[in-house]
T-cell receptor, first 118, second 116 residues
Framework: KAGVTQTPRYLIKTRGQQVTLSCSPISGHRSVSWYQQTPGQGLQFLFEYFSETQRNKGNFPGRFSGRQFSNSRSEMNVSTLELGDSALYLC?????????????????FGPGTRLTVL | AQSVTQLDSHVSVSEGTPVLLRCNYSSSYSPSLFWYVQHPNKGLQLLLKYTSAATLVKGINGFEAEFKKSETSFHLTKPSAHMSDAAEYFCVVSDPSYSSASKIIFGSGTRLSIRP
């Protein structure tokens, strides 16, 4: 069974631009969560999608948005990029929900997309 | 609010000796607790989880952790370290009862180095 895939793996953008990251979950998984990992702030929860609906959201500004398609693939968008958005963005999928969900199943993480904002 | 503190940013042990990675948490409700491992340039992998069942939790690769409510701790241990254990380890607390922004909190991580 293929794991969680994230594209692209590396991305370089400049301030003010926008970026879209993609995540394909494990086949059959309906929950996709996104996390940001930076040296300064560590790992932080961005949001979780389940059946095309955002079910949970972390404490990030509105510049960070996401969506999930009917095939459970998810995209994350960051608009008006800032230097501080440079990070590793991790996607995780699970059958019914990650740790933030009351219907928790184990999450499986992708390798991440490393975004550099210049 | 929930919080989690990993007491050591870096732990170095010799191969074959025990490993202890310390984690303390704060949560008003009944949290679930997790340990994840991250190898360089890889995503996170679940080692083990505590969800209010047995307080001693066994995970993969010989790791285990004990939930101690009185000490609000969830330390990760392994009897004998292997070179392949060298990685970053994250302690995580979560509770769906909290508001969305606070449902899941990651520790700052402990980097485990193994000396030959």
């Amino acid at each position: 069974k293929a794991g969680v895939t994230q594209t692209p793996r590396y991305l370089i953008k400049t301030r003010g631009q926008q970026v879209t990251l993609s995540c394909s979950p494990i086949s059959g998984h309906r929950s996709v969560s996104w996390y940001q990992q930076t040296p300064g702030q560590g790992l932080q929860f961005l949001f979780e999608y389940f059946s095309e609906t955002q079910r949970n959201k972390g404490n990030f500004p509105g510049r960070f948005s996401g969506r999930q398609f009917s095939n459970s693939r998810s995209e994350m968008n960051v608009s008006t990029l800032e230097l501080g958005d440079s990070a590793l963005y991790l996607c995780a999928s699970s059958l019914t929900g990650g740790p933030v969900s009351s219907s928790y199943n184990e999450q499986f993480f992708g390798p991440g997309t490393r975004l550099t904002v210049l | 609010a929930q919080s989690v503190t990993q007491l050591d940013s870096h732990v170095s042990v010799s191969e074959g000796t025990p490993v202890l990675l310390r984690c303390n948490y704060s949560s008003s409700y009944s949290p679930s607790l997790f340990w994840y491992v991250q190898h360089p340039n890889k995503g996170l992998q679940l080692l083990l989880k505590y969800t209010s069942a047995a307080t001693l939790v066994k995970g993969i690769n010989g790791f285990e952790a004990e939930f101690k409510k009185s000490e609000t701790s969830f330390h990760l241990t392994k009897p004998s370290a292997h070179m392949s254990d060298a990685a970053e380890y994250f302690c995580v607390v979560s509770d769906p009862s909290y508001s969305s922004a606070s449902k899941i909190i990651f520790g700052s991580g402990t980097r485990l180095s193994i000396r030959p």
